[in-house]
């Protein structure tokens, strides 16, 4: 399947919408000369992707930053590195969660967070404003898949849906 960056960028908007985000800023523009967001940010020097999640450390002043965990696609394992080395202790030390997504290759969830069956839908409902990205179950980037995962991080912790995350760093 063949798309551009411009419908993954149209696709991330809608999912926004939908989850009720109106804030958010995309590192990966700052990189580029156009809307480009399509699986690339491995083209750009680690330091250069450090030196922008710094700037917005300092600019946004968050009390937790949520990365993503290390997959088998290239962006979400460059952009947890760059966050990480951005978020060293005696540059920024605020609170460090991973967050689970498709794929991973080494994640261990330590903080659950339950959901409700209205949040899974709506989570469920953002996914699919990503049609370039679904596919049939039993891919992992399917509706079916998410609710499956929902229903066994539930089981966890004893919650009928529950969201995991790695804990890497708790500040109080």
């Known amino acids: 399947m063949s798309y551009s960056g411009e ?10 919408g939908v989850l009720g985000v109106t804030d958010y800023h995309i590192l990966h523009l700052e990189l580029a000369d156009e809307a480009t967001y399509h699986s690339k940010l491995d083209n750009h020097p680690r330091v250069e992707l450090t030196t922008l999640v710094e700037a917005h450390l300092l600019s946004f002043q968050p009390t937790i930053l ?11 394992s460059r952009l ?18 991973v967050y689970e997504t498709d794929g991973e290759l080494d994640f ?18 953002a996914l699919e404003a990503y049609q370039t990205q679904l596919a049939e179950p039993p891919h992992p ?5 998410v609710q499956v995962k929902a ?3 539930g089981q966890n912790i004893q919650e009928a849906y529950a969201e995991a995350f790695q804990m890497l760093r708790l500040r109080g």
């Open 7 to 16: 419908q993954r960028y149209a696709e991330m908007q809608l999912a926004m």
């Open 66 to 76: 949520l990365i993503p965990s290390v997959t088998k696609h290239q962006d979400h």
């Open 80 to 97: 947890h590195e760059a966050a990480l080395a951005a978020a060293r202790p005696y540059f920024w030390n605020g609170s460090i969660c």
């Open 108 to 125: 261990h969830p330590n903080f659950y967070v339950p959901l409700l069956a209205a949040e899974l839908s709506t989570k469920c409902e």
């Open 141 to 145: 980037v399917s509706v079916q898949s």
């Open 151 to 153: 229903q066994y991080r």
